[in-house]
């Protein structure tokens, strides 16, 4: 377990950690899942998980993100346009990324859903190794910062160092840092439908309840219990 002296965002948490795993196994394969979304068909979605992970086992490919098949033109969501003249180059049924397109407008929502556009997961699956190297192409100085703490021949002072690092450092975002600028060093698994939802906003949460059959009685009477919507009373 690693603990870190404070929040300063999902880059240093991320790097940290893999750099610990690359200590303990050079070739380990991971994965990143965001603890906040709800497969509907699970089988599916780990099915598509395994085969990234064997995808990555295979060779060390590219860091892989997974997405879902968009069921409309979602506005809250992040998408991912792949790049389908880069279809086979990876193998696996990987495909390259052109784009990320990061809440867009209704109009634009549309656009990228009738182009067969995905919704972005966020779950990531690679080789340890490609993380790192992705990492230290977008972000050269955090990434030898953090390399230098973790290779310090005390291990004692470990906690002690990193406090000063994190307290030096701004909060910096690894989907906004990393991601979007290296979308050619990514590959893309498209999942299909798997009923996925992000449930970080309580609209989405009550709304996948709904329709899972889950009753919702911590709903107040003021809400509607499909949408979590405010009710007005009808004149």
């Given at each position: 377990m690693i603990?870190?002296?404070?929040?300063?965002?999902t880059?240093?948490?991320?790097?940290?950690?893999?750099?610990?795993?690359?200590?303990?196994?050079?070739?380990?394969?991971?994965?990143?899942?965001?603890?906040?979304?709800?497969?509907?068909?699970?089988?599916?979605?780990?099915?598509?998980?395994?085969?990234?992970?064997?995808?990555?086992e295979?060779s060390?490919?590219?860091?892989?993100l997974?997405?879902?098949?968009?069921?409309?033109?979602?506005?809250?969501?992040?998408?991912?346009?792949?790049?389908?003249s880069?279809?086979?180059?990876?193998?696996?049924?990987l495909?390259g990324?052109?784009r990320?397109?990061?809440k867009?407008?209704t109009?634009?929502?549309?656009?990228?859903?009738?182009?067969?556009?995905?919704?972005?997961?966020?779950v990531?699956?690679?080789r340890a190794?490609?993380?790192?190297?992705?990492?230290?192409?977008?972000?050269?100085?955090?990434?030898?910062?953090?390399?230098?703490?973790?290779?310090?021949?005390?291990?004692?002072?470990?906690?002690?160092?990193?406090?000063?690092?994190?307290?030096s450092?701004?909060v910096?975002?690894?989907?906004?840092?990393v991601?979007?600028?290296?979308?050619?060093?990514?590959?893309?698994?498209?999942?299909?439908?798997?009923?996925w939802?992000?449930?970080g906003?309580?609209?989405?949460l009550?709304?996948?309840l709904?329709?899972?059959?889950?009753?919702?009685?911590?709903?107040?009477?003021?809400?509607?219990?499909?949408c979590?919507?405010?009710?007005?009373?009808?004149?």
């Amino acid at each position: 377990m690693i603990v870190q002296p404070s929040n300063r965002g999902t880059l240093p948490a991320i790097l940290w950690s893999v750099l610990r795993i690359v200590q303990l196994d050079e070739r380990a394969s991971i994965a990143f899942f965001p603890s906040d979304h709800y497969y509907a068909k699970e089988e599916k979605f780990i099915e598509g998980v395994e085969n990234a992970f064997r995808c990555a086992e295979a060779s060390a490919k590219p860091v892989i993100l997974l997405g879902a098949k968009a069921a409309r033109p979602e506005t809250e969501y992040g998408w991912i346009e792949p790049d389908k003249s880069a279809v086979g180059r990876f193998g696996c049924g990987l495909t390259g990324l052109k784009r990320f397109w990061e809440k867009p407008s209704t109009k634009t929502a549309e656009m990228l859903l009738d182009s067969g556009c995905l919704w972005n997961t966020f779950v990531m699956i690679g080789r340890a190794t490609a993380f790192l190297r992705t990492i230290e192409r977008a972000v050269p100085e955090i990434y030898r910062t953090f390399e230098a703490v973790s290779q310090l021949r005390d291990p004692g002072i470990e906690a002690e160092v990193m406090q000063a690092v994190y307290n030096s450092m701004p909060v910096t975002d690894f989907s906004r840092q990393v991601l979007s600028v290296s979308t050619e060093q990514l590959t893309v698994a498209a999942l299909g439908d798997i009923g996925w939802s992000d449930l970080g906003d309580p609209r989405r949460l009550i709304t996948t309840l709904f329709q899972s059959g889950i009753e919702n009685p911590w709903v107040t009477s003021g809400c509607c219990n499909h949408c979590g919507a405010a009710l007005t009373a009808a004149s």
